[in-house]
């Protein structure tokens, strides 16, 4: 679904992202880890366009990326959650839903000004959408507080929720459960679980949760200092001698990398 192909990002002559090549395939999660630094949000800030590579290639169901604006990239079923919550504060969680499906609704200024019968249709369909969504993610009872007075494992939901909008084919999770207990972040392992088994969304994730990653990855990618230096089932990444080394230093006898 989704190709890097020796993709290399460079900021000031600092490379962040060294000839970086890895395929995720469609219906899986696929996990990208590595320690801080590694270059691993540089990765989806390519993919969203926010980043231009100086070499190599993106393509997403055969389509180049490389070719389309960061707004482009959510119509084409790309969509993202954020490490940092970026999310319209002063609104209920309700409206920063809606916002997911700002992009890729079409209709003109007259339309809306005229409050013609399709545009009370959409509002009525984009709203039973976000009731749907707030269900899966059992925040109804949410719908109308103001996001800044929510606890941050909530409002972590909230922009998951947003980019659940849409309905990706692929959606980013940056560090999805940073931040949150134990009982946060079982919630969302199986919110994660939930996207790719019954909603058939493919999983692109980035976390420093050792646990979640190997509980629920499919496939996992390890970088370090902007390179590729592990692939494998979660198993085989687990006892990898090269990524013990890269997180723990020094590998001694008998090391386990959880």
């Avoid at 002559?13 to 995720?24: C, I, N, W, Y």
């Avoid at 999660?29 to 366009?49: D, L, M």
């Avoid at 909530?154 to 940056?174: F, N, T």
């Amino acid at each position: 679904m989704l190709t890097f192909k020796d993709v290399t990002v460079q900021f000031a002559g600092l490379t962040a992202v060294k000839k970086l090549s890895f395929e995720v395939p469609e219906g899986q999660i696929y996990s990208i880890i590595g320690p801080n630094g590694a270059g691993k949000t540089t990765v989806f800030n390519c993919i969203s366009r926010f980043y231009k590579p100086v070499s190599g290639s993106i393509t997403f169901i055969g389509e180049d990326l490389m070719k389309l604006k960061p707004h482009q990239v959510i119509k084409r079923g790309i969509a993202r959650s954020f490490q940092n919550v970026e999310l319209f504060r002063e609104m209920t969680v309700l409206d920063n839903l809606l916002t997911g499906l700002h992009p890729i609704m079409k209709k003109n200024i007259l339309s809306i000004a005229l409050n013609l019968p399709s545009i009370k249709r959409d509002e009525r369909i984009a709203r039973e959408k976000a009731n749907e969504v707030m269900e899966m993610l059992n925040i109804e009872h949410l719908a109308y507080e103001k996001v800044s007075n929510l606890s941050f494992g909530y409002q972590k939901m909230v922009d998951i929720g947003r980019a659940m909008m849409s309905d990706p084919k692929l959606i980013l999770l940056d560090e999805p459960v940073a931040g949150m207990n134990s009982n946060e972040t079982e919630k969302i392992s199986q919110l994660i679980l939930k996207l790719k088994e019954e909603l058939n969304y493919t999983v692109l994730l980035i976390e420093h949760d050792m646990s979640l990653v190997m509980e629920i990855s499919d496939l996992v990618t390890v970088m370090s200092f902007g390179e590729k230096i592990a692939h494998g089932v979660p198993k085989e990444v687990q006892n990898n001698p090269v990524v013990i080394e890269a997180y723990l230093g020094e590998v001694e006898e008998d090391a386990q990398f959880v």
